[in-house]
């Protein structure tokens, strides 16, 4: 079953606009991980956030993450056509198990 | 991060059948599990694969339809079962190394069942 929400579940934005993607999740965690993913292949891991941590940058990536509202986003500033993709947020416990958000379709247009 | 490689990569099968799909890493993890894409959807966890032991498998995935070997800690097999139409699907091997929780997953075996 899927941990929470992401919205929008599509979006839409010029190259250099900003992109913010946001998650939502139900239950505790230890981590929240964000992945990409190109039409259908396989996921690359963009950034992991650990519960006790607020905002965490790696490169053009922003991530903040909200544990009271149970809720993170994901900002990619200065976007590229080659940004578009299907973003997805991921929910860690200490097992390492990982239950994913329904995911954002990034488009980014030249 | 890990090297991550999944044999086939994609296959076409026919209904009744069965697939085993291979998931290789270049190190020694301590965690494997599977997951299963739908078209259009997000990511399932079908099972963490336990070296040496029983998988441990998610609610809605059982052992039959789905066995899951481990035996050392750079490899795993999934294998699908008396396959359906429903089962096309990617299937992802995923790893977690060190005690960062950071998980890599594999290039994803791209499943069609007729």
């Known amino acids: 079953s899927q941990q929470g929400e992401e919205d929008p579940q599509a979006l839409s934005i010029q190259e250099g606009e900003n992109a913010t993607m946001n998650c939502s999740y139900k239950?505790?965690?230890?981590?929240l991980q964000w992945y990409r993913q190109n039409s259908g292949r396989g996921l690359v891991h963009l950034i992991l956030?650990?519960?006790?941590?607020r905002e965490k940058h790696s490169g053009r990536l922003r991530v903040t993450l909200d544990t009271s509202k149970k809720s993170s986003s994901l900002l990619i500033t200065a976007s590229r056509a080659a940004d578009t993709a299907s973003y997805f947020c991921?929910?860690?416990?200490?097992?390492?198990?990982?239950?994913f958000g329904q995911g954002t379709e990034l488009s980014v247009k030249p | 991060s890990a090297v991550i490689s999944q044999k086939p990569s994609r296959d076409i099968c026919q209904r009744g059948t069965s697939l085993t799909i291979q998931c290789q890493v270049d190190?020694?993890?301590?965690?494997m599990f599977w997951y299963r894409q739908q078209p259009g959807q997000s990511l399932t966890l079908i099972a963490t694969a336990n070296q040496g032991s029983e998988a441990t498998y998610e609610s809605g995935f059982v052992i039959d339809k789905f066995p899951i070997s481990r035996p050392n800690l750079t490899f795993s097999t999934l294998t699908v079962s008396n396959m359906s139409p429903e089962d096309s699907s990617i299937y992802l091997c995923?790893?977690?190394?060190?005690?960062?929780?950071?998980?890599?997953f594999g290039p994803g075996t791209r499943l069609t069942v007729t």
């Open positions: 995923s790893v977690v190394t060190g005690g960062s929780y950071e998980q890599y």
């Open positions: 991921a929910t860690g416990n200490q097992g390492g198990k990982l239950i």
């Open positions: 239950t505790s965690i230890n981590n």
């Open positions: 190190s020694q993890v301590t965690m």
């Open positions: 956030i650990r519960s006790n941590e």
